[in-house]
């Protein structure tokens, strides 16, 4: 494992059926690796971006990414700008509220700000006043009674934990436009933002009760950050900032505002290829949406992607779709190793087909289809798996090896049987401790000759 290293380019090596890596290392020096099969983990969000405004440099206050925080910034006392009310911003102003001398929120786009999470009256220990009282993420504290059975009773705590899960699970629905449960959750969340901000703020519904369906931008809990925008020393700006000056920001209509610190709450260079572009085997670089079931390529042979395109990024756990992206890569390389492949690759057709399918699934259901401005699409086009977080990791359990164009390297593709004896049986006549009749059991369950 070689960490602080950057992977600077890839080229696909045909002759060989290897990939060659040009990365460099911390201190500068570039070097060369090669390796059969490349899995590309880095994801779409890597590089947080600047607002595309100009005159950025000809600001003299503090400018400042929420990506790349100053823990050293004081605000306090200070004239604050906020450019942005994705999530980064919802998260960060009702930080930045308190001690200011005046906050300013930039927000041009609509966005639903969505009920705590985790709020759900789901215990470890349940039924017992020895469990915590439900909370919002990050103010939930488990007692000391809860933490000794996560720590003595396995069994319990996954239980626990898939109680947690399966209700988030259930929400589903909610992005599957005019569900009953997203009909309902339009209604709670409208009443919801109005208590919130209070009779008299037709400028903050407008921004925060849009059009679109909640789910069409990314869903954002933002305790308190509405409550923040009420507060007397804050305003809510949306016209479009035209440029930086000297000393603050400048609207399109035409009014200026002195700021001592502005915070860039601007999001991410979403990049659904990898930053490094890797050649394939025409020496073309990856172009989204070329991309099947958001884990493989056409003419990226031995090319595996973990948060790839069309993966799951909207709803439920990332880690359980990443896992089962992983696992799907090493089953990949598995093949490749045991049965002396060149290489293996989608075939264009098949992904054709899945990428009209995706497009027709979106077109016809989900919220992201909807008009928003979002992260998750590319060029109008929904970049999201085509159904539930369930129905991914369903899918893509079992690669479907005949949606592959398969190269070998010897002329017999039965070569890689070898002399009839199975790594097991070799071991056995070792001296080791192995079972040589795993297929011999008490009941039925699944069971394996991999050592």
């Known amino acids: 494992m070689k960490l602080e290293t950057t992977v600077i380019g890839a080229v696909w090596l045909e002759d060989e059926g290897e990939w060659e890596l040009e990365l460099r290392a911390k201190d500068g020096s570039k070097f060369n690796d090669r390796c059969h099969v490349l899995i590309n983990g880095s994801g779409p969000l890597n590089r947080w971006k600047w607002p595309e405004i100009e ?3 000809n600001f003299r206050g ?68 020895k469990s915590a009282h439900p909370a919002p993420a990050g103010k939930h504290f488990y007692s000391d009674e809860e933490k000794e059975v996560m720590r003595s009773d396995p069994e319990k705590f996954l239980k ?13 629905p ?42 069409c931008r990314r869903n954002t809990p933002g305790d308190g950050f509405l409550e923040a925008l009420t507060q007397n020393h804050v305003q809510c700006v949306s016209e479009e900032i035209l440029n930086f000056t000297e ?28 930053h490094y572009n890797p050649l394939s085997t025409n020496a073309s670089p990856y172009q989204f949406p070329n991309v099947y079931l958001s884990v493989a390529s056409p ?11 069309t993966g799951n990024w909207a709803q439920g756990s990332v880690l359980a779709t990443h896992e089962i992206q992983a696992e799907y890569a090493l089953q990949a390389a598995l093949k490749i190793s045991t049965e002396n492949l060149h290489s293996l690759e989608p075939s264009q057709s098949v992904t054709d087909d899945y990428l009209e399918h995706v497009e027709t699934w979106h077109r016809l259901k989900s919220v992201w289809a909807e008009s928003c401005q979002s992260w998750v699409k590319y060029n109008d086009r929904v970049a999201l798996w085509c159904g539930s977080m369930i129905h991914m990791l369903k899918t893509l359990r079992v690669p479907r090896w005949e949606d592959y164009v398969i190269r070998r390297r010897a002329r017999n593709m039965w070569e890689f049987l070898g002399d009839g004896r199975t790594e097991r049986e070799v071991c056995k006549e070792k001296g080791e401790n192995v079972d040589l009749a795993p297929w011999m059991r008490n009941q039925d369950v699944p069971w394996t000759l991999d050592m």
Not at 160 to 172: G, H, I, W
Not at 251 to 264: E, L, P, R, S
């Open 55 to 57: 005159g950025r440099d």
């Open 62 to 129: 503090t400018l400042v990414h929420t990506a790349d925080w100053d823990i050293n910034i004081d605000w306090h006392d200070k004239r604050v700008a906020v450019i942005g009310s994705g999530a980064s911003g919802v998260q960060v102003v009702p930080q930045l509220v308190n001690g200011a001398k005046s906050l300013t929120l930039y927000a041009r786009s609509g966005q639903w700000i969505t009920p705590p999470a985790g709020m759900q009256d789901i215990r470890v220990i349940p039924n017992s006043d």
């Open 160 to 172: 626990y934990r898939k109680a947690v899960d399966s209700a988030m699970q259930e929400r589903f």
């Open 174 to 215: 909610i992005f599957i436009r005019n569900s009953q449960l997203h009909d309902w959750a339009i209604v709670m969340m409208t009443d919801m933002i109005k208590k919130r901000i209070g009779a008299g703020r037709p400028d903050l519904e407008r921004l925060f009760i849009p059009s679109f369906s909640p789910g």
């Open 247 to 274: 000393t603050g920001l400048v609207t399109a209509d035409g009014k200026h505002q002195n700021f001592d610190i502005i915070v860039c709450a601007t999001g991410f260079d979403v990049a659904f290829a990898p």
């Open 299 to 309: 003419m990226f042979p031995n090319f595996f992607f973990i948060g790839g395109p």
